[in-house]
């Protein structure tokens, strides 16, 4: 089978958990099922298989471009939801995780697959770089969504007439327990896709540092993320504040990783 | 066949569920009552503050009407004046009707835990004054059964409805764990003491602040395995607390915003405000700050109606896993019936007794009516002698609730 017949069936396996999560969210019963987790697995799998069957394909580490880029955007996010799972037995991130990677698989599938000869591209930095940078956003998208969760939580809380997300979303301190240890591993991350990208552009071009958008995001994105890490342990900061400031840094992510595979599209190393 | 006749919440007020509850120390005399006067096998009374019910097994014929009489007459009143409280269901009906009860679908509060383990109690005592048999006995089974299901797989016990359970529910919904969260209770009345012990039992540790007799809040403070700390400390106390509940008699405020937030300086953890006091002990504007949530009682209240709306959603799943508990229910009794083995045995029988006579008619040549009549007598008869212990063997192996056995036994001896 080729890299898209996988695709596909990654795509249909997400779609049925997206479903299953959302109709339970509307019936009201335990959010995760046996059902989702196993479509969840099962579509990681076989995504997995599809992102390495396009490797050998391509010739290059397949996240050059948009169809490529969101697949493995996709594939992130799922790791780091299932890595929460398995950790924290939260299931009301389902709620957000498996709409995003099935709407990232259906980008993907539709969009076309580029492909381009290009020396750089076979840099042993290029599946390094990238692969750190994926684990990061993966890891901050869950710290981002667990802070939207925060503030929905606090409104129903204030509001004092819950209504349907209420009884969905956990309770404050895990939102905000879990997004502040998944800022942790995806700021590590994060530093670690910088330093690598660094060492790359050096390589590749003989200068650190260009100062392209996409570069100052990035750096934007970290200094954001020092400060909510730092008044966190420093200050015993947190809640509603750490919240807020965690979706100002994600934006700027997802201001890098969109300059980078819709504007510049491959041309981002060489760029 | 099974019947329900009773009155509940749902048909008659509460005075005349008083006046037909039958007490503990009645309930063999009621059972014994019945058994006799109504000619059932088998009576089971379920007597709650809610409804009053019985549930009788005849083996032949529909005795609602003779267990209406019957439960009027145990409690000294006219049959026109239950009338029209009572209700009754037989059959199919019946077996629905307790499988919804003992699953806490028919109770006053949707979902409430109780009613599971009086279903329970009151089989429990109408085994112990000898009214229980197979029928009943397997109703009992199946729908204490079937309850625990619709309890685990659905959330119908879930979100409570009570004031002091919706508060313990929030503050989970705030903290996660309530372990080793500081609970500081301002005036130690009958229901704050309740909420704290919901709080304590969940690990959290109680502190009671003093009013115009601090030996009651040490009191308090001592069923709580806490310690107890003169009013005066107020503040100190509330910069430390997590969760606060206040129900002092108060007339005017307890708790005023300047308190808080000077409590609030120190640390920004939430902090769980619970007014239960009428009038009100805390300053409402509190509920402004960040991370201050405050809840009065009518806050509470709106959000036990909440949750309970959230159990009606929940109870139609609960009536579908009752619904297929019931169909293999009534099933399963259908297979007890032996009435069909019966009748096919018979058949079997006048098949072969009239095959015979033919052959032996061609072998003898004409006879007159006399013999013919003889022959006929003398046929049937041995047919009727050897199928007779064979039948009554059948009903009676399917009373002692061996059925399917005999069935099988008979299917197995006669060929059929």
Known sequence: MNARVYLLLTLGLYAVGALHVLVHALTRRRLLSSWSVTAALAGFAVHTASLSQRWTEVGHFPIVGLHDGASFLAWATVLAFLTTYVRTKVDALGLVVYPVAFAL?????????????????????????????????????????????????????????????YYLIPSLEHCDSISGRSVVVGF???TLAIVTGVLWSRAAKGVYWTWDAKEWSA????????????????????????????????????????????????????? | MIVVVGVSHKTAPLEVREALAVPKERMA???????????????????????????????????????????????????????????????????????????????????????????????????????????????????????????????????????????????????GSLKDRNVLIVGAGKMSELAAKHLVRNGAFATVLGGRTFER?????????????????????????????????ATGLVIR??????????????????????????????????????????????????NLRE???????????????????????KSLDVTPMVTALRHRAEKIRREELDRARKKLGPLSPEQEAALELATTAMVNKLLHTPTTELKEMSKSGRAAEAVELVRRLFGL
């Open chain 1, 188 to 190: 590590g991350f994060l």
């Open chain 1, 105 to 165: 698989v259906l980008v993907a599938t539709l969009s076309p697959a580029t492909e381009r000869e290009d020396p750089i591209l076979k840099s042993l930095f290029l599946p390094i770089h990238t692969t750190l940078a994926l684990l990061g956003y993966g890891a901050l998208f869950v710290a981002f969504a667990m802070g939207i969760f925060y503030l929905i939580q606090e409104r129903e809380l204030k509001s004092r007439a819950p209504r349907t997300l």
């Open chain 1, 219 to 271: 750096t934007i994105a970290w200094v954001i993320y020092v400060v909510l890490i730092t008044a966190r342990q420093r200050t015993g900061w947190g809640g509603r504040r750490a919240a807020l400031l965690g979706i100002v840094g994600f934006a700027a992510v997802v201001f890098t990783f969109a300059w980078m595979t819709l504007l510049s599209g491959a041309s981002h190393p060489a760029s």
């Open chain 2, 311 to 333: 159990r009606q959603k929940e109870a139609a799943a609960a009536e579908a896993i009752i619904d297929e508990e019931v169909r293999d229910f009534l099933s399963w009794q």
């Open chain 2, 29 to 175: 005399e009621a059972l014994a009552c019945l058994k006799s006067e109504a000619h059932l096998a088998e009576a089971m009374i379920l007597s709650t503050c809610n409804r009053v019910e019985v549930y009788a097994g005849a083996a032949e014929g529909d005795p609602a009407d003779a267990v209406a009489s019957c439960f009027a007459s145990f409690h000294g009143r006219p049959m026109g004046e239950l009338e029209p409280f009572l209700y009754r269901v037989s059959g199919e009906a019946a077996v629905r009707h307790a499988f919804r009860v003992a699953a806490s679908l028919d109770s006053l509060v949707l979902g409430e835990p109780q009613i599971l383990g009086q279903v329970k109690d009151a089989y429990q005592a109408a085994e112990e004054a000898a009214s229980l048999g197979g029928g009943l006995n397997a109703l009992r089974n199946r729908s204490l059964a079937a309850a625990k299901r619709a309890r685990t797989e659905t959330s119908i016990g879930h979100n409570a409805v009570s004031v002091s359970y919706v508060a313990v529910e929030l503050a989970r919904k705030i903290f």
């Open chain 2, 217 to 249: 809040a040490e009191e308090l403070a001592a069923a709580l395995g806490g310690r107890a700390v003169p009013f005066e400390g107020l503040r100190g106390e509330l910069a430390k607390a997590d969760i606060v509940i206040s129900g002092t008699g």
């Open chain 2, 257 to 306: 915003k300047e308190d808080v937030e000077a409590a609030r300086q120190s640390r920004r953890r939430p902090l769980f405000l619970i007014d239960i006091a009428v009038p009100r002990d805390i300053e409402a504007s509190v509920r402004k700050l960040e991370g201050v949530f405050l809840y009065d009682l009518d806050d509470l209240k709106s959000v036990a109606d909440a």
